[in-house]
């Protein structure tokens, strides 16, 4: 890619950049409306990437915004990768993630641990 103004496929420049670690999962990522490109929502994968272009990307709970440094050659080690683009902001964390109360048991309800089946087996006179 040698011309000033040549472009790469979006999806195919995610995957180099290591977003994503299959092509297939940088276009599911394009068409699920997770990816801005110059502040416009990105709907298909083969949409043009050049050097210069905003990037903003939703992944899981973070939004990172990205300017593109360099077209990709080949998917390459992470050095190689992270010079394709530089972060223009920090990540931001967009929800926090919601931890699952764990849930009450009371003594006796639902089925029997390995424990209890043990005492139990005491009682009944059972050798264990």
Known sequence: MTEPDA???????????????TRGL?????TGGHVKLNGATVAKPSTTVRPGDALELILGPYRR?????????????APEAQALYEETDPP??????????????EA?????????????????????
């Open 92 to 105: 931001e964390r967009l929800r926090d993630p919601v931890m699952a109360p764990t849930p009450v048991r």
């Open 108 to 128: 006796g309800a639902g089925r029997p641990t390995k424990r209890d089946r043990r005492v139990m087996d005491r009682l009944r006179g059972g050798s264990v």
């Open 26 to 30: 940088a276009q599911d990522l394009c």
């Open 65 to 77: 915004r990205l300017r593109v440094v360099a077209l990709g050659e080949r998917r390459g080690p």
């Open 7 to 21: 472009g790469q496929r979006l999806e195919k420049w995610l995957w180099f950049a290591r977003f994503r670690k």
